[in-house]
């Protein structure tokens, strides 16, 4: 096996699915491994073939990205997912450990699992700048608020962290505050060198692309004068400054227009990779999409009222009572509605929110469509948790990313050549699965008329499922 130059592990698909498309602006072939939640788990290999865009079946991968789906397990078994998934990018001299950019999941668990199994020192920096998220102070703030005193953890089971080092309990870790980090490249590493001297482990502020990318260049100097490997723990903008540090005998994918960019940081490289992958060959057209929606966030009402006037909409309201009690119901609704080029089925947006069920309605939807995917030409999964689980239903072992149409909306192939499009449950305007819509199916035809609009949400609903 050639050994990847460079290792994503995230915990959940719609995350992993947007770094892998990112990787494409560097390499030629990109795809997502979704692998089991233990160490006996059957898992392929990163050289195995893999139908579907770009590349061929012999060519080694320079990037791998894992998928643990390990956000919505317990503390015990995400970390046996992150020890079973190492293996896979134990041979990249990075390895970047993708985390929820608004700090949820089993961040210290995962964290921990994976530096114990691969012998490496992490270095954190979870700003994401694309997204109004940085960290100052060693505090994640969202649009300037600091993330404790939002509501985005309204439908956890635990009060949001007030500080990065919190989510890292019990790790001890130490601070490298934007003091430093806007010092440059040798002052960071002159920082990690000594958290890892004292075993401790470093988070760092951020607040550009450009912050990433020192962090990034000073974690790859500090472990290599260790003669270790390198171990970054951030959100997807961190992945992205590892992409873009890859050497270049790494380029081999898609060029953008305007000269070949350097490995020093810079601002605004994350929009780069982004605007790169916009500007990427489409995928042909397909006759019909399935849109499976597994979130209930306070903006899915708008995008599906968007969707139903913009073309012709078949849609299916499910109560999440009616989906625990009998999904067999829910999928012979939608059997019976036939074929058309836009099929929905979404948890009803008005229905209260219960988190406790989030896991249970998962799995419920996921049984329920999982059966007619070989119906339609594409489906569009929103949701990291609800892609996973209908993936997992199919047998599905591995993604061939082909492109990010927009920020976290990306479409791969399955091993059988169809189309699967994922997006993070709360991303999205009001015009977004129009727009999906008209990337896959084309422009509608001009006496388009909606077959149904969706129920309002109603106000203050929350995302019930946790992706």
């Given at each position: 096996?050639?050994?990847?130059?460079?290792?994503?592990?995230?915990?959940?698909?719609?995350?992993?699915?947007?770094?892998?498309?990112?990787?494409?602006?560097?390499?030629?072939?990109?795809?997502?491994?979704?692998?089991?939640?233990?160490?006996?788990?059957?898992?392929?290999?990163?050289?195995?073939?893999?139908?579907?865009?770009?590349?061929?079946?012999?060519?080694?991968?320079?990037?791998?990205?894992?998928?643990?789906?390990?956000?919505?397990?317990?503390?015990?078994?995400?970390?046996?997912?992150?020890?079973?998934?190492?293996?896979?990018?134990?041979?990249?001299?990075?390895?970047?450990?993708?985390?929820?950019?608004?700090?949820?999941?089993?961040?210290?668990?995962?964290?921990?699992?994976?530096?114990?199994?691969?012998?490496?020192?992490?270095?954190?920096?979870?700003?994401?700048?694309?997204?109004?998220?940085?960290?100052?102070?060693?505090?994640?703030?969202?649009?300037?608020?600091?993330?404790?005193?939002?509501?985005?953890?309204?439908?956890?089971?635990?009060?949001?962290?007030?500080?990065?080092?919190?989510?890292?309990?019990?790790?001890?870790?130490?601070?490298?505050?934007?003091?430093?980090?806007?010092?440059?490249?040798?002052?960071?590493?002159?920082?990690?060198?000594?958290?890892?001297?004292?075993?401790?482990?470093?988070?760092?502020?951020?607040?550009?692309?450009?912050?990433?990318?020192?962090?990034?260049?000073?974690?790859?100097?500090?472990?290599?004068?260790?003669?270790?490997?390198?171990?970054l723990v951030g959100s997807g903008a961190l992945a992205d400054a590892a992409v873009r540090a890859l050497p270049p005998e790494q380029r081999r994918g898609p060029r953008i227009a305007g000269?070949?960019?350097?490995?020093?940081?810079?601002?605004?490289?994350?929009?780069?990779?982004?605007?790169?992958?916009?500007?990427?060959?489409?995928?042909?057209?397909?006759?019909?999409?399935?849109?499976?929606?597994?979130?209930?966030?306070?903006?899915?009402?708008?995008?599906?009222?968007?969707?139903?006037?913009?073309?012709?909409?078949?849609?299916?309201?499910?109560?999440?009572?009616?989906?625990?009690?009998?999904?067999?119901?829910?999928?012979?609704?939608?059997?019976?509605?036939?074929?058309?080029?836009?099929?929905?089925?979404?948890?009803?947006?008005?229905?209260?929110?219960?988190?406790?069920?989030?896991?249970?309605?998962?799995?419920?939807?996921?049984?329920?469509?999982?059966?007619l995917l070989d119906e339609y030409d594409g489906v569009f999964l929103s949701g990291g948790e609800t892609a996973r689980a209908v993936l997992d239903r199919l047998d599905v072992h591995s993604?061939?990313?082909?492109?990010?149409?927009?920020?976290?909306?990306?479409?791969?192939?399955?091993?059988?050549?169809?189309?699967?499009?994922?997006?993070?449950?709360?991303?999205?305007?009001?015009?977004?699965?129009?727009?999906?819509?008209?990337?896959?199916?084309?422009?509608?035809?001009?006496?388009?008329?909606?077959?149904?609009?969706?129920?309002?949400?109603?106000?203050?609903?929350?995302?019930?499922?946790?992706?």
């Amino acid at each position: 096996m050639t050994a990847p130059s460079l290792g994503i592990v995230a915990d959940d698909l719609s995350g992993a699915a947007e770094c892998a498309s990112h990787a494409l602006m560097r390499v030629s072939r990109s795809i997502v491994v979704l692998a089991g939640r233990d160490a006996d788990a059957t898992i392929v290999h990163p050289d195995a073939p893999c139908t579907g865009a770009g590349g061929t079946e012999d060519e080694p991968l320079a990037v791998v990205t894992v998928d643990t789906d390990s956000r919505r397990l317990t503390e015990q078994e995400a970390q046996g997912a992150v020890r079973a998934a190492a293996g896979l990018v134990a041979g990249a001299p990075v390895v970047v450990k993708k985390v929820d950019s608004l700090l949820r999941g089993h961040v210290a668990a995962e964290v921990s699992a994976l530096a114990e199994e691969l012998q490496r020192t992490p270095v954190v920096a979870v700003a994401n700048p694309a997204l109004e998220r940085v960290v100052v102070d060693g505090v994640l703030h969202v649009g300037g608020t600091p993330l404790h005193r939002t509501d985005l953890w309204a439908v956890e089971a635990t009060a949001a962290p007030d500080r990065v080092a919190t989510a890292l309990h019990p790790l001890a870790t130490v601070l490298v505050p934007h003091s430093v980090v806007s010092r440059g490249v040798a002052a960071v590493a002159e920082a990690l060198a000594a958290a890892a001297d004292a075993g401790l482990v470093a988070v760092c502020d951020a607040v550009t692309d450009a912050d990433l990318d020192v962090v990034h260049a000073a974690a790859v100097a500090a472990s290599a004068a260790r003669g270790r490997g390198t171990l970054l723990v951030g959100s997807g903008a961190l992945a992205d400054a590892a992409v873009r540090a890859l050497p270049p005998e790494q380029r081999r994918g898609p060029r953008i227009a305007g000269p070949e960019p350097d490995n020093a940081p810079f601002e605004g490289r994350g929009a780069e990779t982004a605007g790169a992958m916009r500007s990427a060959p489409s995928v042909g057209p397909v006759r019909s999409v399935l849109f499976v929606l597994g979130t209930r966030a306070p903006g899915v009402s708008a995008q599906l009222e968007q969707l139903c006037a913009a073309r012709t909409t078949h849609m299916v309201l499910v109560q999440p009572g009616r989906l625990l009690a009998d999904p067999g119901v829910v999928r012979a609704e939608l059997a019976a509605r036939g074929r058309g080029s836009v099929v929905v089925v979404a948890l009803d947006p008005a229905a209260p929110a219960d988190p406790t069920r989030s896991r249970a309605l998962t799995e419920a939807l996921a049984t329920a469509v999982a059966p007619l995917l070989d119906e339609y030409d594409g489906v569009f999964l929103s949701g990291g948790e609800t892609a996973r689980a209908v993936l997992d239903r199919l047998d599905v072992h591995s993604l061939e990313v082909v492109e990010e149409v927009e920020t976290g909306t990306v479409v791969s192939r399955l091993p059988g050549g169809g189309l699967v499009v994922t997006r993070p449950g709360s991303f999205g305007d009001p015009t977004s699965l129009a727009r999906v819509a008209t990337h896959l199916l084309g422009a509608a035809p001009p006496d388009t008329t909606p077959t149904h609009t969706a129920t309002r949400a109603t106000p203050g609903a929350t995302t019930e499922e946790n992706s």
